[in-house]
């Protein structure tokens, strides 16, 4: 089973550890078997940065870019790439997204939530029994 | 080389004169921040313990002064303490609602001149009175809880919530749940 993801300039990588954690990250350069050089357009919030593999996980996303390109550069190559987008639309983005609003639901928010899952549970008990 | 010379007059006894007493300065008490009028308050101890309640104000004890519903939830106009308490960021609009008259001495025991000291003290324990609500706490329970009742009204499934108790179930980690 050959590998589809590969540690590449261009790759775009989601940060798991680590201050940056969440975020999304292009790498830029390869430093060593170990680490690598990211960077992210102006509005990401990430500084240009050497990272260790162990800290970053591949998406299947990427940017045609060169070695070293500067932030002005990355901007437009994710917005002709169309990465954000295609980030948020992806089913990955969305699990997160959706386990982030579970983790951060206030008390009353747990209680629609039990509301609604019991609602839900009826309609299909009524499905069934019918 | 002086020499202090001996007062001419000294009383009998050694009496020391009275020490400044240290005052202790009394704060009032400390509200925590996230505990506003109108917060829906969990309460964890005591005969109402897992019920959702909304606060109304704090008293000059540091107690403080919540309600219900009554209707919603069986919960009076009733005071509180803030350790047994945790506060959610549910809030609701209590400014419509006018409890300035409501103070610790509102809740203080009445003297209950019917009770005969002696004998019966001993037998007190055995059946339990029922309690009596005065006409003054109904009163103000009613003339509350009518600007509450709207309040939360206006509010999707808010009165459902409050009407449910709390409960942990499995899975649920309260280090790591927001309230």
Redesign the interface.
């Known amino acids: 089973m050959p590998f589809s993801r590969y540690m590449e300039v261009g790759r775009i990588v989601l940060i798991n550890f680590g201050p940056d954690k969440g975020k999304l990250a292009c790498v830029i350069d390869i430093v060593d078997q170990n680490k690598c050089l990211i960077d992210a357009p102006p509005g990401q919030g990430i500084v240009r940065q050497v990272i260790s593999f162990g800290r970053v996980a591949l998406t299947d996303l990427t940017v045609k870019i060169q070695r070293n390109a500067r932030q002005k550069t990355l901007e437009k190559a994710y917005a002709d790439a169309g990465t954000l987008e295609k980030w948020e639309a992806s089913s990955w983005a969305k699990k997160l997204a959706s386990r982030s609003k579970r ?6 928010g ?3 939530v039990m ?1 609604a899952k019991k609602q839900k549970a009826q309609i299909i008990a009524t499905k069934l029994a019918a | 080389m002086t020499v202090s010379k001996t007062p001419r007059y000294y009383p009998a006894e050694d009496i020391k004169p009275a020490k400044k007493t240290h005052l202790v300065k009394q704060n009032p008490p400390r509200l925590r921040k996230s505990i506003t009028p109108g917060t ?1 308050l ?1 309460i964890l101890a005591g005969r109402f313990r897992g019920k ?1 309640v909304v606060f109304l104000k704090a008293l000059e004890s540091g107690l403080l002064l919540v309600s219900g519903p009554f209707k919603i939830n069986g919960v009076p106009l009733r005071r509180v303490n803030q350790a047994y308490v ?1 506060a ?3 809030t609701v609009d209590v400014s419509g609602v006018n409890v300035k008259h409501i103070d610790d001495v509102y809740f203080g025991r009445s003297k209950d001149p019917s009770k005969a000291e002696g004998e019966d003290v001993f037998f007190e324990g055995d059946a339990p009175k029922a309690a009596i609500v005065s006409d003054e706490r109904k009163e103000d329970q009613k003339k509350v809880d009518e600007v509450l009742l709207k309040a939360v009204a206006a509010v999707p ?2 009165e ?2 409050l009407a ?1 108790h ?1 409960t942990l179930t499995s899975n649920d980690k309260p280090h ?4």
């Open positions: 983790a951060n639901l206030n008390d009353f747990r209680f629609k509301v | 829906v969990i959702r945790i959610t960021s549910t499934m808010l459902g919530y449910a709390f790591l749940m927001k309230f």
